[in-house]
DNA sequence: CCTCTATATTGACGGCTTTCGATTCAAGGC
DNA sequence: GCCTTGAATCGAAAGCCGTCAATATAGAGG
């Protein structure tokens, strides 16, 4: 799961990117590359619920209501967040998709041995069939 | 090494973001949010040696040598990358340290146990230390 | 149906970014 | 010293971005 983002596209220091894939993924960037976008979205996905309502968010920063929604509106674009209304609010909740995959295109690649071991131990491999 | 960096600082999923915090990290998600600079640290941190000269980054975009020389400019002030000067060439390699930050403050958080024992596994603890 | 509240959209303004041509600076070779 | 080559800086033009006030839309409740 976890593992296959990292291996279907390769990382940031593996190869040198192709002009394309370069154009997509700053697209992402770009949308966290704003103060107030990085917040909205660490409000969205530190949520224990995994929704927060934007009436929740819109008083806690200095800016006008439209500024938050626009903000919103780049996020959800980006591919980094979804929405739904429900009666009168509306809810945004996080995408790890995308957030995931970035973090695996920017993580440099480790040594071969580390990286099988951990990953057997995150996938659940008992202590048993890792070492006889 | 690499657990430290990730518990210095909170995740963005683990937290609301502080203001602070997320202005210096909007500072490095916006040098990377140009399809430009993107390929131009892929360029260098993709590379064997380690160091790439300019004279050889420029003729590989259709841009203008002033132009390369300003994305590179903005990648040195995000902390992404360093140079030095060698006769008449100049050459440039990448700093991994902020870019391992960025990748540990993406990486959504599993659940304790997962972490503990992958980490275990990345240090270096033998099987018999983790279960008992 | 009308009103009220919550959110999104529109239009406009100032500032920042990307890009270029022209120039400048640094180092080597003659 | 003077010229050549590689790279950085400067100054300007075009476009994009973040912000707001004003307006539009969606739904709830009388």
């Not at 995994?50 to 509106?73: N, R, W, Y």
Request: hydrophobic residues 45%.
């Amino acid at each position: 799961m976890v593992g296959q983002d990292a291996s279907c596209c390769p990382g940031l220091a593996s190869a040198p990117l192709a002009d394309v894939r370069a154009t997509e993924l700053a697209k992402v960037f770009k949308a966290l590359g704003d103060p107030v976008r990085l917040r909205l979205l660490s409000m969205i996905a530190s949520r224990d619920g995994g929704e927060v309502c934007v009436c929740e968010m819109t008083p806690a920063f200095d800016l006008s209501q439209p500024t938050i929604s626009h903000h919103l509106k780049l996020l959800r674009q980006a591919g980094l967040i979804d929405c739904e209304r429900r009666g009168t609010w509306v809810y945004y909740w996080a995408l790890p998709g995308v957030l995931d995959q970035l973090a695996a295109f920017l993580t440099t690649p480790r040594a071969v041995t580390e990286v099988t071991v951990a990953e057997a131990a995150v996938v659940g491999v008992t202590t048993a069939e890792v070492t006889p």
